[in-house]
């Protein structure tokens, strides 16, 4: 294959921006999909994306196209998420591509997301088309979006291609733009065999399909190929490109091509995202740089309903693992809970889609605990421990000095939210350090702020107090000194471990009540009465007791004298306090999740 006629290129845009239909318009124009298999986000596999509107996992297709100048081309597509827990997603699609189609909202403008994934771009030194998108829309103010996108990202007004990908306006262009603008993959056929794992899928007929693209040299199905970073070598049984929505087998994949590999993997910890793969014969000198890793941002506990479903989550989250690389987890064993998995995520959403594609796709029924970010501690004799779960908290007396993670905070809003969004940033310990107008009526904030602060309701306050229009985006900045405590729940004099947090010492009292308060409303009543606190140490806070259900006891009575009914009453009196002592107080699974909002 002539390698000059190969495109590689990513679609990138903030959330909601029409990524999806762009790339659904593409597909029906190269011919890729016929009219009768015509639906919306056709790059979207799972249920869960559809039903969202959002792109979780970034798809690859190779298409066909024949351009004005009558040369057909080989285009391959990689259609990425956009919201910012799922950069992970973005970063290793573009470390496969030499372009990019940045796609702008004409009704939105720039958002937050779109700031990043072009600097994305940027660093992978890539192509970058600007795309202002949904131009149809009534209202829309095409002047101010262009001088957003020339101001703040440095394109020039005559680069800008204006479509929409609803009405089918403007995909034409795109597609020569690319044909003309990315250059063709660098490389040689001559050199040795490099090629870059960017993403991989479990297959339950082919066992782990890897999707790789070749850099240098030539792969085929005799190949005998090793993974570098593993050290495992393996036999291809099947070769091809993923060609018009399916797999399409091919005799070999040169320098510059994209495809999938299957030799017979089974286990999908073999696997590594952005690991080199060469040839045992003729390897080449040294892996690939790769792409930027991310490190998990936020960790909870993720354990089964049923304790006799362990196995099958096992399973579930190595399957998992494979096609979401950011996802980490090690096993855990809880007092309330049993045995499970402390499991690492980029943020709340992500740890939210993660806990419904397990339920969904391999039929488990889970408890999740309190989210926490991971924290620094450095004891006094000189250890520097990494806490993610309040359990690895050493005692006071030990700690020397706690840190907490920062983060960079980008936000764009309207102008006339700047006060309330600020005044409630600062609440959360923000600290404002730039501000920049982008036009007339939309400015970007930069704040530094702990990330405990804003991974679990920030984005939708921010959301509520800019009726819709505000976006953000954060990058880890690093560690500073906190004041951290250990806030624990006892039910009954008995530390339930699944609501225990680490909190800043400034806030722990408003935690401490709020919690309290809100399971008083969510734990039902029990034959006994349920004593809820909140303490630290052994210093209790909060405290609320959930009343027991009444019995009519005497109701058998009828007449006679009233110690017959004082004995009934003390004996259900003494039944409930032996109860309260060693009855187990059931926890609704919504109790788990309301709590994270407080």
């Given at each position: 294959?002539?390698?000059?006629?190969?495109?590689?290129?990513?679609?990138?845009?903030?959330?909601?921006?029409?990524?999806?239909?762009?790339?659904?318009?593409?597909?029906?124009?190269?011919?890729?999909?016929?009219?009768?298999?015509?639906?919306?986000?056709?790059?979207?596999?799972?249920?869960?994306?559809?039903?969202?509107?959002?792109?979780?996992?970034?798809?690859?297709?190779?298409?066909?196209?024949?351009?004005?100048?009558?040369?057909?081309?080989?285009?391959?597509?990689?259609?990425?998420?956009?919201?910012?827990?799922?950069?992970?997603?973005?970063?290793?699609?573009?470390?496969?591509?030499?372009?990019?189609?940045?796609?702008?909202?004409?009704?939105?403008?720039?958002?937050?997301?779109?700031?990043?994934?072009?600097?994305?771009?940027?660093?992978?030194?890539?192509?970058?088309?600007?795309?202002?998108?949904?131009?149809?829309?009534?209202?829309?103010?095409?002047?101010?979006?262009?001088?957003?996108?020339?101001?703040?990202?440095?394109?020039?007004?005559?680069?800008?291609?204006?479509?929409?990908?609803?009405?089918?306006?403007?995909?034409?262009?795109?597609?020569?733009?690319?044909?003309?603008?990315?250059?063709?993959?660098?490389?040689?056929?001559?050199?040795?065999?490099?090629?870059?794992?960017?993403?991989?899928?479990?297959?339950?007929?082919?066992g782990v399909v890897v999707f790789v693209r070749v850099v240098d040299g030539?792969?085929?199905?005799?190949?005998?190929?090793?993974?570098?970073?593993?050290?495992?070598?393996?036999?291809?049984?099947?070769?091809?490109?993923?060609?018009?929505?399916?797999?399409?087998?091919?005799?070999?994949?040169?320098?510059?091509?994209?495809?999938?590999?299957?030799?017979?993997?089974?286990?999908?910890?073999?696997?590594?995202?952005?690991?080199?793969?060469?040839?045992?014969?003729?390897?080449?000198?040294?892996?690939?740089?790769?792409?930027?890793?991310?490190?998990?941002l936020v960790f909870c506990g993720v354990y089964p309903v049923n304790p006799?479903?362990?196995?099958?989550?096992?399973?579930?989250?190595?399957?998992?693992?494979?096609?979401?690389?950011?996802?980490?987890?090690?096993?855990?064993?809880?007092?309330?809970?049993?045995?499970?998995?402390?499991?690492?995520?980029?943020?709340?959403?992500?740890?939210?889609?993660?806990?419904?594609?397990?339920?969904?796709?391999?039929?488990?029924?889970?408890?999740?605990?309190?989210?926490?970010?991971?924290?620094?501690?450095?004891?006094?004799?000189?250890?520097?421990?990494?806490?993610?779960?309040?359990?690895?908290?050493?005692?006071?007396?030990?700690?020397?000095?706690?840190?907490?993670?920062?983060?960079?905070?980008?936000?764009?809003?309207p102008v006339e939210n700047i006060d309330p969004v600020c005044e409630m940033?600062?609440?959360?310990?923000?600290?404002?350090?730039?501000?920049?107008?982008?036009?007339?009526?939309?400015?970007?904030?930069?704040?530094?702020?702990?990330?405990?602060?804003?991974?679990?309701?920030?984005?939708?306050?921010?959301?509520?107090?800019?009726?819709?229009?505000?976006?953000?985006?954060?990058?880890?900045?690093?560690?500073?000194?906190?004041?951290?405590?250990?806030?624990?729940?006892?039910?009954?004099?008995?530390?339930?471990?699944?609501?225990?947090?680490?909190?800043?010492?400034?806030?722990?009292?408003?935690?401490?009540?709020?919690?309290?308060?809100?399971?008083?409303?969510?734990?039902?009543?029990?034959?006994?009465?349920?004593?809820?606190?909140?303490?630290?140490?052994?210093?209790?806070?909060?405290?609320?007791?959930?009343?027991?259900?009444?019995?009519?006891?005497?109701?058998?009575?009828?007449?006679?004298?009233?110690?017959?009914?004082?004995?009934?009453?003390?004996?259900?009196?003494?039944?409930?306090?032996?109860?309260?002592?060693?009855?187990?107080?059931?926890?609704?699974?919504?109790?788990?999740?309301?709590?994270?909002?407080?």
């Open positions: 294959m002539d390698k000059s006629l190969i495109r590689n290129f990513s679609i990138i845009a903030h959330i909601d921006h029409g990524k999806s239909t762009l790339a659904d318009r593409i597909l029906e124009l190269t011919g890729a999909v016929d009219k009768k298999h015509k639906r919306n986000q056709l790059l979207d596999d799972m249920d869960l994306e559809r039903e969202r509107g959002i792109t979780i996992k970034a798809s690859m297709v190779r298409l066909s196209y024949r351009a004005k100048d009558g040369k057909d081309y080989i285009l391959n597509l990689i259609d990425t998420p956009g919201h910012v827990d799922f950069t992970y997603e973005v970063s290793k699609s573009l470390a496969a591509c030499e372009g990019a189609v940045l796609v702008v909202d004409a009704g939105q403008g720039i958002e937050a997301q779109t700031v990043a994934n072009y600097y994305l771009a940027h660093e992978n030194k890539l192509t970058i088309i600007p795309v202002i998108n949904k131009i149809d829309l009534d209202l829309v103010d095409i002047p101010r979006v262009k001088d957003q996108i020339t101001s703040v990202l440095g394109f020039k007004e005559e680069d800008i291609i204006l479509a929409s990908a609803k009405e089918d306006i403007g995909i034409e262009d795109i597609l020569e733009r690319i044909v003309k603008a990315v250059p063709p993959p660098s490389g040689e056929i001559t050199h040795p065999l490099k090629a870059f794992v960017f993403d991989c899928r479990f297959d339950i007929f082919k030539q792969i085929d199905k005799h190949t005998q190929i090793k993974l570098m970073h593993s050290g495992k070598t393996y036999k291809i049984e099947e070769l091809g490109v993923f060609k018009d929505l399916q797999y399409s087998k091919a005799d070999s994949l040169t320098c510059g091509e994209v495809g999938y590999l299957n030799a017979n993997i089974r286990d999908p910890r073999e696997i590594i995202i952005g690991d080199t793969l060469t040839d045992t014969k003729n390897p080449c000198k040294e892996a690939l740089p790769g792409y930027r890793t991310l490190k998990p006799g479903d362990f196995p099958k989550l096992r399973d579930a989250v190595d399957k998992l693992k494979l096609s979401d690389a950011s996802f980490v987890f090690e096993p855990e064993n809880s007092q309330s809970f049993g045995s499970g998995f402390r499991c690492g995520f980029l943020g709340l959403l992500h740890m939210e889609i993660v806990q419904e594609r397990l339920e969904r796709e391999y039929d488990l029924n889970l408890i999740l605990t309190v989210p926490n970010v991971v924290y620094r501690v450095r004891k006094r004799d000189g250890e520097i421990i990494e806490v993610d779960t309040p359990v690895k908290l050493p005692p006071v007396q030990d700690i020397q000095e706690a840190q907490e993670p920062y983060v960079s905070l980008l936000m764009i809003i940033t600062k609440t959360r310990r923000g600290v404002f350090k730039s501000s920049e107008y982008l036009g007339v009526d939309r400015v970007k904030l930069i704040f530094d702020i702990p990330l405990s602060e804003i991974i679990v309701d920030f984005y939708d306050k921010v959301k509520s107090l800019t009726k819709g229009y505000g976006s953000m985006d954060y990058e880890f900045k690093g560690y500073l000194p906190a004041k951290l405590v250990k806030l624990d729940i006892l039910l009954n004099g008995v530390i339930c471990d699944a609501f225990s947090s680490l909190i800043h010492k400034d806030k722990v009292m408003y935690k401490a009540q709020g919690l309290v308060i809100r399971l008083k409303e969510l734990i039902p009543r029990q034959l006994f009465e349920v004593t809820i606190q909140a303490a630290v140490g052994s210093q209790i806070l909060a405290s609320e007791k959930v009343r027991s259900m009444g019995k009519h006891v005497t109701s058998k009575c009828y007449g006679g004298d009233i110690t017959c009914k004082r004995k009934l009453w003390e004996s259900q009196k003494k039944g409930k306090k032996r109860l309260k002592q060693f009855g187990k107080v059931e926890i609704p699974q919504e109790a788990f999740l309301e709590v994270l909002k407080i």
